[in-house]
């Protein structure tokens, strides 16, 4: 069955960087939208980035410029390089896929995914 696992979440001090992972199986990884979701406690789930199958991406005003979504088809892995980190980025971060349908574009709209793992906490302290 379809997995996403997230990893490389912990504490960083503002400023600092963090890598996040999300290994996928159980599909044929290639072609398919991606995305990269946080969420603060009591709060919807929101975009932060979102790479497509041609590795067109996609994000959030907030993080523009200081994280970077990126994937390795040959590793079955997705990525996002968090740099300049701010007490703000604290939050669950999540990897979902969209899978069985092909949309014309990749959004950070997170009812487009239908895949999701099980996140990884991100905290950022001053």
């Known amino acids: 069955q379809v997995q996403l696992v997230e990893s490389g979440g912990g504490s960083v001090q503002a400023g600092g960087s963090l890598r996040l992972s999300c290994a996928a199986s159980g599909y044929t990884y290639s072609g398919h939208c991606m995305g990269w979701f946080r969420q603060y406690p009591g709060k919807e789930r929101e975009g932060v980035a979102a790479?497509?199958?041609?590795?067109?991406?996609t994000y959030a005003d907030s993080v523009k410029g200081r994280f970077t979504i990126s994937q390795d088809n040959a590793k079955n892995t997705l990525y996002l390089q968090m740099n300049s980190l701010k007490s703000e980025d604290t939050a669950m971060y999540y990897c979902?896929?969209?899978?069985?349908?092909?949309?014309?574009?990749?959004?950070?709209?997170?009812?487009?995914?239908?895949?999701w793992g099980r996140g990884t906490q991100v905290t950022v302290s001053t």
């Open positions: 979902a896929a969209v899978i069985g349908w092909a949309p014309y574009r990749c959004t950070l709209k997170s009812g487009q995914y239908n895949y």
């Open positions: 790479i497509g199958g041609t590795s067109n991406t």
